[in-house]
């Protein structure tokens, strides 16, 4: 079984189906590149991919070291190329990592270090700045 399986609706718009759990994602071009801008763009959802990433590595960190971090959340700006071939150049990304209990120097560098090695982040090209920072708050 693979993956996904995408259509083109028309009017710059496609609909991406997860295969094993039948949920959608709709995606269409950006206002600036022909779209209507109605959707996540392919571009914006490469981008948020990363946050999504890192917070679900974080996510697995977090449950088997009975580590709350429930309304963690990340903000994400993707940056397009001025010049030459359209392409993601930048992505800046802010992780705020929310837990219940205070966290020791030490957790917070290896969840700093999980986040910063997610799957994503190791396979967007060395030519995409990622500008990550990464802050911590205990409720």
């Not at 109605?38 to 914006?44: G, I, V």
């Not at 697995?60 to 993601?88: C, F, H, L, T, W």
């Amino acid at each position: 079984m693979g993956t996904s399986k995408v259509i083109y609706l028309n009017e710059l718009r496609t609909r991406a189906e997860h295969l094993a759990s039948k949920s959608d994602i709709l995606t269409d071009a950006p206002v600036d590149n022909y779209g209507k801008g109605e959707a996540f763009s392919p571009t914006d959802l490469a981008a948020t991919s990363l946050a999504s990433c890192m917070l679900t590595v974080l996510g697995i960190y977090a449950q088997k070291n009975s580590i709350d971090m429930g309304n963690s959340y990340a903000d994400v700006m993707k940056v397009m190329s001025k010049e030459g071939p359209r392409r993601i150049v930048q992505i800046d990304l802010n992780l705020h990592i929310v837990t219940q209990e205070p966290l020791d120097e030490k957790q917070k560098v290896i969840l700093e270090n999980i986040a910063r090695t997610c799957p994503v982040a190791l396979s967007l090209h060395p030519d995409l700045e990622q500008n990550i920072s990464v802050d911590f708050t205990a409720n």
